[in-house]
């Protein structure tokens, strides 16, 4: 089946403690990207990857680290998380050859606590 | 990529159609407009695109303007199930470039 798996799912943790969040997709898509959705604020793009080893900031980078080592996985790392990170986090991948439609395929979220 | 312009809130009545609007005065020629929505408690989910020509798909139509500086989606009869945040979106289509979600429009469906 084709999906997009984040875990954890549910975090709380405490400011300091470095944590990753991984996402991983089964589809071959060259296009990843992590949002965070915080209430009134919609969803804003932390970072995306346009293929392996090619990663460019999105609107809200600080604070935040990526990767993009292998084409499936694109981790999200919080080096010494903060209250203000506390949020739901998205990860999506789409294919970006020319002539494919560009379909975003969303993971079920994880929600991040930091106390 | 270019921007995207929706009203925040719409309301409509169950069984009743549903017009969302969105404007996007600066697409280029090459992008596509695609729209997502956002179940309460879920991530985004794929609705419809299109490019120029009207489309439909068993969960909407997308009729999009002659100058495609504006597209419509449209729910021919809206459920309690469809009460979501309606987001519209421009995707080019020869770079398949970044995409950038706005607030999108959050529909309420009254029974």
């Known amino acids: 089946e084709a999906q997009v798996t984040q875990n954890p799912r549910y975090l709380i943790t405490v400011t300091g403690k470095k944590l990753t969040v991984t996402c991983s997709q089964n589809m071959n898509h060259e296009y990843m990207s992590w949002y965070r959705q915080d209430p009134g604020l919609g969803l804003r793009q932390i970072y995306y990857s346009m293929n392996v080893e090619v990663t460019d900031k999105g609107d809200v980078p600080e604070g935040y680290k990526v990767s993009r080592k292998e084409k499936r996985n694109f981790p999200l790392i919080l080096e010494s998380p903060s209250p203000n990170q506390t949020s739901l986090y998205f990860c999506?991948?789409?294919?970006?050859?020319?002539?494919?439609?560009?379909?975003?395929?969303f993971g079920e979220g994880s929600r991040l606590t930091v106390l | 990529d270019a921007k995207t312009t929706q009203p925040n809130s719409m309301e409509s009545n169950e069984e009743e159609p549903v017009h969302l609007p969105c404007n996007h005065s600066t697409i280029s020629g090459t992008d596509y407009i695609h729209w997502y929505r956002q179940l309460p408690s879920q991530g985004p989910e794929y609705v419809i695109h299109g490019l120029t020509s009207n489309v439909n798909n068993r969960m909407a139509s997308l009729a999009i303007a002659e100058d495609r500086k504006s597209s419509t989606l449209i729910l021919h009869r809206a459920t309690l199930r469809d009460a979501a945040v309606y987001y519209c979106?421009?995707?080019?289509?020869?770079?398949?470039?970044?995409?950038?979600f706005g607030k999108g429009t959050k529909l309420s469906v009254k029974p």
């Open positions: 979106i421009l995707r080019d289509a020869g770079s398949q470039g970044n995409l950038i």
């Open positions: 999506a991948s789409s294919l970006i050859r020319t002539g494919s439609t560009g379909e975003l395929f």
